[in-house]
Structures are given as C-alpha cells and as structure tokens.
C-alpha cells in the first residue's frame, strides 16, 4: 500500500466551529508532515512529526493544533479559524526525509 | 522565507516543443527533488537528485543536478497534453531536513 490518505475531501466550517482532519498511511513511514497550499502556490509546511514526536512547528498559529496518535495517523484539529485559512490542506509521509507521500488533500473553506 | 528560487513561473508551449525549468537553492542542499502537480490534484514524486552533476531520465524528461548542488533543472522534449501542470522542485536542507519548495512552474500546452 503506497497510498496516503486523507478524511474529508472538502469542509466547509464557520469561524466558531471545531473540525479534525485525519490522515493515514499504512507504508511504515516514521515522518508525516502537513502542509498548506492556497492557490497557484506552493505547498508551505505547517508541522513535521518525526517518531511519533512533533519534530516543527512553522510559527503555526495555535488554532491549529496536530496530534499524532500513533505511527499510522495523524490528525489536524481546527479551532476559531478565520476566512484566509481556506486553502488545501495537504498531508505527507516519508521514510528517513526522502521523498515525501502526498496524500489527495482536504478542500477547507472558512466562512 | 523561500530559499529556493523557481523560475519561470508559466511557461505556454506548443505541442512538440521542449521548455527547461530552473531551480536556484540559495544554500547547499542535501537532495533536490521534483514533483508534479495536475489542476485540482496533489503533488506527486517524480524524482530525486542527491549527488553533485547528477542527470538522470525519465523519458522524455531530464533532470539535472548542479555541481555545487545548489541548482537543479528539469527538460522537457517533445512536450504532449498530458504534461499540463505545475511542476515543482524542492530542496532537501541538510541542517533541519525540511523540504523547501520552489514556487512552482505551470505549464500550458497549445495543441
């Protein structure tokens, strides 16, 4: 299995609500990491968990909130974001900081 | 800050013609790679440079890495439909090992 994958494909969720995005991956990779992507940019790196570990935090500011429960998964909780954080939230793996595993993103929208 | 330079940012060709797409890291990297992004798609791996003057093909498409490997160059020939997107490079820093994307370049192909 050579696949990440990642819960929901789209959310819409208003400045007052709490969402979780979820990510999994079953390659027994020990780095996953999320991004943020908004249009024609690239991908800007929110969190790299490293062993389970949060190994970076890019200055994300707390309304997002990672946590890793186990090797496979790795979730992004959302609390109180404002409208600029709509974007495409992007979910990687690696082995040893190779190539990264891109999973097919969460559409998030903030209204 | 983004240290790793891209350019161009859109590149318009005719089918059957090759472009070249250029990366400038502003610090030794400790790999460079290359990734592919179709519209309303994720990334996805194409490839990994990690010595010095590195070449290597995948097809119709060239990849190059510098002697100083700070700078690094992806060819394509021949350009068909199917290599419409936005390709990025990305630099591995051997201090922290994060992943430094370029901005990206998006390419459009005339029939």
């Known amino acids: 299995d050579t696949e990440v994958t990642q819960t929901p494909k789209h959310l819409v969720m208003g400045m007052t609500n709490k969402k979780s995005l979820k990510c999994e991956q079953h390659?027994?990779?020990?780095?996953m990491y999320w991004y943020k992507q908004k249009a024609k940019k690239p991908p800007e790196l929110m969190f790299v968990?490293?062993?389970?570990?949060?190994?970076i935090n890019e200055s994300v500011p707390s309304r997002f909130s990672p946590e890793c429960p186990n090797s496979s998964l790795l979730n992004l909780h959302l609390h109180a974001l404002q409208p600029e954080d709509s974007a495409l939230y992007l979910c990687?793996?690696?082995?040893?900081?190779?190539?990264?595993?891109f999973g097919p993103g969460t559409r998030l929208t903030v209204l | 800050g983004q240290q790793v330079m891209q350019i161009p940012q859109y590149q318009h060709v005719q089918e059957g013609e090759d472009f070249t797409t250029y990366c400038n890291s502003s610090?030794?990297?400790?790999?460079i790679q290359w990734y592919k992004q179709r519209p309303g798609g994720h990334p996805v791996f194409l490839i990994q440079?990690?010595?010095?003057?590195e070449v290597k093909k995948q097809k119709r498409l060239t990849f190059q890495f510098g002697e100083a490997k700070k700078n690094s160059s992806l060819h394509i020939t021949a350009t068909q439909t199917t290599d419409v997107g936005t390709y990025f490079c990305?630099?591995?820093?051997?201090?922290?090992?994060?992943?430094?994307f370029g901005a990206g370049t998006t390419v459009t192909v005339r029939a």
């Open positions: 990305a630099g591995l820093r051997s201090n922290d090992y994060k992943l430094s």
């Open positions: 990687a793996s690696s082995q040893d900081f190779q190539r990264e595993f």
């Open positions: 610090t030794t990297l400790s790999n």
């Open positions: 968990y490293s062993y389970e570990k949060l190994s």
């Open positions: 440079l990690v010595k010095s003057g």
């Open positions: 390659m027994g990779h020990r780095a």
